[in-house]
């Protein structure tokens, strides 16, 4: 027996504790996941911060077309396009009306040529508004391709922009940099911005809706002050004419006055007043009446689209513009004129707003054309009464003188037995008669305005007529009338007779060198069947002759050259056998000069 005494068994070794593997974890994939999160979520802030950025930029300033343009270089910076367009949608959703472009620079825009129209893919967003995302824009079946010149186009991006309800166009954006097709948070992004530009796009255009209202009323006070404070209405209306042009973007503005057609009691328009392209050729033209003055009249308004292919449209010169609006002036139920706008063809049309500007500008320059209407008809009747005191004055006192100094010398002629002295008081008694009729002509001349709104008579007419063809003689023709002229010559006879005056007088200053030249106008005298005078007695009626009209211009010069050329002569022949009469010359009296004689029926 072992006396030692069992001692415990010795405790067996702990087993050491194993720590894990990271990698076991997957920690790895976990750092991962949180770094790509992270990035994306900066990448997100980042976008959201270019996002607030393109919003504040575009809502910058209040110019339309540089908002439109800030909208497009933002929306293509955001979403990483090479290419962006803003295209505005034209009135009545027909195509497009503007079309701006970022990415495409001015050399090749020129080598594409013109703007899009809106068809293709462009007018698929048109005629159905909503976001559109294509991958390949070729494979497309509504792509139409792209003409010559044009950059090649993949990938694609289509936003509309509404402002309120109304689509006032399309955002476009294409090729996304990197070759990768647009996402959908691409879309979501431009989506925003879209939003925020309806309502930049807003803001511009109550801008420049308020800036040209203000143009327009500043317009109308102007042309008001000018009616107002010169006596020249000619030259107010001329400014009216300009201003109406500038204010609506024309090419040809024009003021529009009525007027009675020659013979006519029917009024029509004529062009009085015209600023711009075309001007000249229009300026003092009268419309015809079965254009839009007929309407003008009548007082209502009249706007075409395009004139170069409206079928109403019966003006030659109007189908070389595009978009008219015309206007009537009209003061207490009185039509007084119109405002008239042509713009270029292929421009846009006149908008609503435009429109209402244009009327509420007409009845304001209306409404100054009565007031000045008003203080001319008090200035002319001043004048008036002065001219009619001087005609009563020549008529009691100077033609009853020399009347009474006519009889004189014609008795003392009757008593004289020299016969140089009766034929010198003959002559004497003749330059009295003539000078008489002067001054009946001068007495008619002060009793009647030239200028007024009445139709032109034939007797004024032959008065302009000689006083235009004073230049060319060197003096002032007398002239004078016989017979009721304006009652017994009708219109056909009258323009007839008036081409026979300018031919006679344009004759006499070109060939005759004379001093002196005498226009006569009877109206009493009777024509046998040739056309010449028989009488102007009641009884001349029973030897066959008819009620005519005779024309004589007598001049001093040198006389008709014997064997010279005759087709002047002979033009106002042709005139006057149309109309049952004749022409003829004859020695001018006391054997000097040259008369010539022109007659017609009545």
């Known amino acids: 027996m072992d006396p030692t005494p069992d001692l415990p068994a010795a405790a067996p070794e702990p087993t050491p504790h194993r720590v894990p593997e990271i990698a076991s974890l997957g920690l790895d994939t976990l750092v991962t996941e949180v770094a790509e999160r992270l990035q994306s979520a900066a990448a997100v802030t980042d976008r959201m911060q270019r996002l607030l950025e393109a919003v504040v930029s575009i809502g910058a300033g209040l110019d339309l077309h540089a908002t439109l343009h800030r909208i497009a270089t933002g929306a293509a910076e955001l979403v990483d396009a090479r290419y962006a367009a803003l295209g505005v949608i034209a009135p009545g959703g027909h195509g497009l009306a503007d079309f701006i472009h970022v990415g495409i620079d001015d050399e090749t825009a020129a080598e594409i040529g013109e703007l899009p129209a809106g068809r293709g893919i462009l007018g698929a967003l048109i005629d159905r508004p909503e976001p559109l995302r294509l991958a390949d824009l070729g494979s497309d079946p509504r792509s139409s391709g792209f003409p010559p010149h044009h950059p090649q186009m993949k990938t694609f991006l289509g936003e509309p922009i509404r402002v309120r309800d109304e689509v006032f166009g399309n955002l476009y954006l294409t090729e996304k940099k990197g070759g990768g097709a647009f996402t959908p948070e691409d879309e979501q992004v431009v989506h925003a911005l879209a939003a925020a530009a309806g309502v930049a796009i807003e803001n511009s255009r109550l801008y420049e809706e308020g800036r040209r209202r203000e143009r327009w009323i500043a317009g ?15 030259a107010a209306l001329t400014v009216a004419a300009e201003q109406v042009r500038e204010l609506a973007d024309a090419s040809l503005g024009m003021i529009l006055l009525p007027t009675a057609a020659d013979g006519e009691d029917v009024r029509q328009m004529r062009v009085a007043h015209a600023s711009g392209e075309a001007a000249e050729f229009v300026r003092g033209e009268l419309l015809p009446k079965d254009s839009f003055a007929a309407r003008l009249l009548a007082g209502e308004s009249v706007y075409l689209d395009d004139m170069s292919s409206d079928p109403t449209v019966v003006i030659r010169l109007a189908r070389s513009f595009g978009p008219s609006m015309a206007v009537p002036m009209v003061a ?100 009295l008669d003539a000078t008489i009729q002067e001054v009946r002509t001068t007495i008619y001349a002060l009793q009647h305005d030239s200028h007024g709104d009445v139709p032109d008579t034939l007797r004024t007419r032959v008065l302009r007529e000689a006083s235009q063809a004073a230049a060319a003689l060197g003096f002032k023709p007398a002239v004078s009338f016989v017979g009721p002229v304006e009652s017994l010559v009708g219109d056909k006879t009258g323009r007839q007779l008036l081409a026979a005056l300018r031919e006679m007088l344009s004759n006499t200053a070109r060939h005759a060198r004379a001093s002196r030249v005498g226009v006569e106008i009877d109206a009493t005298v009777h024509l046998d069947d040739t056309g010449h005078p028989v009488g102007g007695d009641p009884e001349s009626l029973d030897r066959g002759g008819r009620p005519g009209v005779l024309l004589t211009v007598t001049d001093d010069g040198i006389g008709m050259p014997t064997g010279g050329r005759r087709s002047g002569l002979l033009n106002l022949t042709r005139r006057a056998e149309a109309l049952g009469g004749d022409a003829w010359h004859e020695n001018g009296p006391y054997g000097k000069g040259t008369r010539v004689r022109w007659t017609s029926r009545l």
């Open 220 to 234: 109308a006070a102007a042309v008001t002050t000018a009616l107002l404070s010169t006596d020249q209405a000619e």
């Open 332 to 431: 207490a139920g009185r039509v007084l004129g119109g405002l008239c706008v042509w713009r270029p063809r292929g421009a846009l049309p006149f908008t609503d707003s435009e429109k209402q500007l244009a009327e509420t500008f007409a009845s304001q320059a209306a409404l100054a054309l009565r007031l000045a209407e008003g203080q001319r008809d008090q200035q002319r009747l001043a004048v008036f009464q002065d001219r009619d005191r001087i005609a009563r004055d020549l008529h009691d006192l100077v033609i009853q003188r020399l009347f009474a100094t006519g009889m004189i010398l014609e008795s003392a002629a009757r008593r004289s037995v020299v016969p140089e002295v009766r034929d010198g008081v003959g002559k004497a008694v003749d330059e």
